[in-house]
């Protein structure tokens, strides 16, 4: 799903972004950190969770509203 939005004013903060974006997660089996980025281009509830490939959930990570930004998930296997 990508969502655009045109902002009509010459203030633009790069800061901010101008789509939803869930960014690629690249994981490695030898470091059990993963980094989930996303950008919110606008005040949004966010849940971030983790489904199987049957579509099942695995894990419910979070549940937040967040202001416009970019954000990084760290996620610590266990």
Known sequence: LEIHYVNMSDDVDPRIPI?????PVFLNPFNPIAIIRYDIPKLSDVNLSVYDLRGRLVIKLMNNRFKPSRYNYRCISS
Request: hydrophobic share 60%; proline share 0%; net charge negative.
């Open 19 to 23: 789509i939803f974006e869930l960014h």
